[in-house]
Each structure stands twice: as structure tokens, then as C-alpha cells.
């Protein structure tokens, strides 16, 4: 789904693109587009090669594709079907777009943009009313010749940490296609990328919120906080699975990793519905908790984590078996549940789990 594109232009900041009224000097892509909209009276636009407008004149006539890519920062399913449609990653010279009115996109010219062999981008301009004759054509040519070699010397300024952040944010919101697909051009990742979210950061990847930190990976990666690898267009999902594998270790989660692939049973916790109250699982649990201190209540966990065993429960809490099996009575006193052998021991167990794990929620 993804297209892999060479990248060697850098982006400009967000001062240099706005547009002055006066035609810049010197060779910037600013003044590339302004001196070529002054030529021809129609506005021009210069996008990367993920179709990311990097810099553009004063417009007038826009049409919705042009408003998407400038007001909006996003792609119209039209522009890019009109790059699929037309060849415009393989053009060799300036190309006639005609008018496509059901989507609202205007007639345009096109000049692809190479550094070498290398794509890199278009230079647009947006011709509504087919002004441009063929006597326009070298203009074009020559201005496309202009922005590449702007392109190739490096003088476009430093942009990109800033828009890897936004789009990954984007993704962090939630699915979007087309914040994955730019965000697979400025990382320079292959096509059809993965991605895990990790606990813990190590070099590399991109921060996300509560400390968590996305990586790039293999579809055969394993181990990942987040468990296994999901298409980068998934991240928000990565990151949920994630947090919540996290908030289950906090809560006692003893898993034979710290990842999602991992939690088994836990699943059935983390995954549990909001509304859904630990008591209605089990109401022991609620006395539990009521008790002045937690020893009851850290007692059934532990025993229970242990499958029953008496004396490993004993030697985990530093207990005589006397005062393991008087704190058990206890237990069996306040909820009913005697946990040596009652088959409702499960679901005072998934009560406990789940009123463990809303207590160790991150704040």
C-alpha cells in the first residue's frame, strides 16, 4: 500500500511558508513559486515526494485539492488517484492534468522534480481556465530545474523532527492512512511498514505519550511490550496494548514476559469493560478491601497466584503455616469463599485482578 520514495529534499519551517507579497531573490524554493505565479498570473504550489506541500505562492481559484494540501495539511483521495491515474511519479517533463469535477480538482500542470535518478517531488500549477500554452511549457521546465537544484544543494531548512512528531501524533489519535503513508516516506522505512510499542525506550523509535516509545520493526518481531507487530497505520492500538500490559505488571501480573502475547488469562481483566465493577464479579472482594490493613487481601492473591500451594504461599509472604491457614479462615469468614477448595475461588480471583488492575492505572 505504501510506496518507498527516496527522499534528499529537507523542509521548510513553518515562517518560511508563508507567503510575502514581494518576489524573493536568490535561488529558495519561495522564490521558485513566487517568481513562476508572478510569470504566469496562476498560483503555484511545490510538494516532497509524499505529496507534502513544502512551499507555495498567493493562490486564487483554488480548488479542494489545493485546499486539502495547504489549509488542511492532508490528501484528497483525488490527489492520489490523480498521481496513480496520470504516471506522474514517472513523468519525464511537464504534464497536462485535465479537470476531474466530481472531485472538485481543477485543471493543473505538473513537473515532476528529480535530484539524479532520484524523485523528490512536483512542482503544481493550477491553470482552472487552460491559460497555459505551449509557448508556457519552457517556464515550467526551467522553474522545475530551479527547485531541484534548491533541493540537491541542501538550502531548504530543517523541518523534518517537527513533522515526524505531528504525524506520529496523528497516529497516536488514532488510524490514518495517510499519516502512515507520510510517515513511512520520512522515516525512509520499506513498504508496508510494522511497528511495536515498547515499555521501555532504547535508541531509536519515536516517543509517544507515557513514556512509551514506537519502533519500527519486522512482522516476525517478537517479544514487544505491545506484543506482536501490527501495520504502522495501528500505532493508537500498539500503544493501548501496550499501556495496558503495563497497568497489569503494576497490578501483579506474573506473566513469562512483560508482552501482550503474554497475559493469557490477564486478558480477560484488562480487556474488561469500564462499567464492569470488581463485585459484580465476586462481591468478596469488596470486603476485602474494606479490611485496616491489606494482609487478608494480599494474602488471596498471592495464594491464589499460587494455585493453592500452602507452603509456597507461606514462604512467599514469610508466614508460619499457622498464620497462613488462620488468615485463610478469615478469608473464608468475610466472602464466603474458602479458597482451598471452593469452586468460586475463580471468581473471587478475577475480582481481585480487576480491582488491582483499575488501582494501577497510570495517573
Known amino acids: 500500500m505504501f510506496t518507498r520514495l527516496f527522499r534528499q529534499s529537507r523542509f521548510l519551517s513553518a515562517d518560511d511558508r508563508l507567503y510575502h507579497p514581494r518576489v524573493e531573490t536568490g535561488d529558495t524554493l519561495q522564490a521558485v513559486v ?71 480538482m481543477a485543471p493543473r500542470w505538473c513537473v515532476p522534480l528529480r535530484v539524479d535518478e532520484s524523485f523528490v517531488g512536483w512542482l503544481w500549477v493550477l491553470d482552472p481556465r487552460d491559460r497555459i500554452g505551449q509557448t508556457d511549457v519552457p517556464a515550467l521546465a526551467d522553474a522545475a530545474e530551479r527547485a531541484v537544484r534548491v533541493i540537491a544543494a541542501g538550502s531548504v531548512p530543517e523541518d523534518e523532527d517537527r513533522q515526524l512528531r505531528d504525524v506520529v501524533g496523528r497516529l497516536e489519535r488514532g488510524p490514518d492512512v495517510e499519516a502512515a503513508r507520510r510517515l513511512t516516506v520520512l ?95 465476586h462481591p468478596g472482594v469488596t470486603e476485602l478491601r474494606r479490611q485496616k490493613t491489606p494482609d487478608l487481601l494480599i494474602t488471596a492473591r498471592t495464594f491464589l497466584d499460587l494455585g493453592g500451594d500452602v507452603q509456597g504461599t507461606a514462604e512467599a509472604l514469610h508466614l508460619h503455616r499457622t498464620t497462613l491457614y488462620y488468615r485463610l479462615d478469615r478469608i473464608h469468614d468475610l466472602t464466603g469463599v474458602d479458597l482451598r477448595n471452593s469452586p468460586a475461588r475463580s471468581e473471587l480471583d478475577l475480582a481481585l485482578r480487576l480491582a488491582a488492575f483499575r488501582d494501577a492505572a497510570a495517573p
Open 34 to 104: 513566487d517568481e513562476l505565479a508572478q510569470r504566469l498570473d496562476l498560483s503555484v504550489l511545490i510538494e516532497d515526494a509524499s505529496q507534502w506541500a513544502l512551499c507555495w505562492s498567493a493562490q486564487t481559484d483554488v480548488d479542494d485539492v489545493r485546499l486539502q494540501s495547504i489549509l488542511r495539511r492532508g490528501l484528497t483521495r483525488a490527489a492520489v488517484d490523480m498521481v496513480d491515474r496520470f504516471g506522474l511519479r514517472q513523468a519525464q517533463g511537464p504534464v497536462h492534468v485535465p479537470a476531474v469535477p466530481e472531485a472538485d
Open 187 to 281: 522515516a525512509r522505512l520499506r513498504d508496508d511498514p510494522f511497528v511495536v510499542v515498547e515499555g521501555q525506550s532504547r535508541l531509536g523509535g519515536w516517543r509517544l505519550s507515557g513514556g512509551l516509545t514506537a519502533y519500527p520493526v519486522e512482522a516476525r518481531y517478537d517479544g514487544a511490550t505491545s506484543g506482536r507487530p501490527l501495520p504502522l497505520v495501528e500505532l493508537r492500538e500498539a500503544a493501548r496494548r501496550a499501556r495496558l500490559t503495563l497497568q497489569a505488571l503494576r497490578a501483579g501480573a506474573l506473566p513469562a514476559r512483560p508482552s501482550w502475547d503474554c497475559l493469557h488469562a490477564w486478558r480477560l481483566v484488562v480487556e474488561a469493560p469500564a462499567e464492569l465493577e470488581p463485585a459484580e464479579i
